[in-house]
């Protein structure tokens, strides 16, 4: 299974940005999928992830800023992030749990990562 994030890049504070990420691959069925972020210097924090029909659940930091979508069809999940902060600048992981088989277990992946710059 693979993970392929997109849509980072460099933006004002108070900009909005839209992360995608695909996976491929042996993929029965996605239970979770969402988005992590790693800032300098700190351990790896979620950000956002949304079970297959699921409420949605966020970080208190992102709450009311982001907003996590997913498309099951496709096998993809976005973020939408608005009102940019400065802190938000960091890498940020897409996360997947994949079955890759009906009745099989359930493994975690990471994709690569982009990176989300917000200037003051």
């Known amino acids: 299974v693979q993970l392929q994030a997109s849509g980072g890049g460099l933006v004002q504070a108070g900009g909005s940005l839209r992360l995608s990420c695909a996976a491929s691959?042996?993929?029965?069925?996605?239970?979770?999928m969402g988005w992590y972020r790693q800032a300098p210097g700190k351990q790896r924090e979620l950000v956002a992830v949304?079970?297959?029909?699921?409420?949605?659940n966020y970080a208190d930091s992102v709450e009311g800023r982001f907003t996590i979508s997913r498309d099951n069809a496709r096998n993809m999940v976005y973020l939408q992030m608005s009102s940019l902060k400065p802190e938000d600048t960091a890498i940020y992981y897409c996360?997947?749990?994949?079955?890759?088989?009906?009745?099989?277990?359930?493994?975690?992946?990471w994709g690569h990562g982009t990176l989300v710059t917000v200037s003051s």
């Open positions: 691959g042996s993929i029965f069925a996605i239970n979770v």
């Open positions: 996360n997947a749990n994949v079955q890759g088989r009906s009745y099989g277990p359930a493994y975690s992946y």
């Open positions: 949304q079970s297959s029909g699921g409420m949605p």
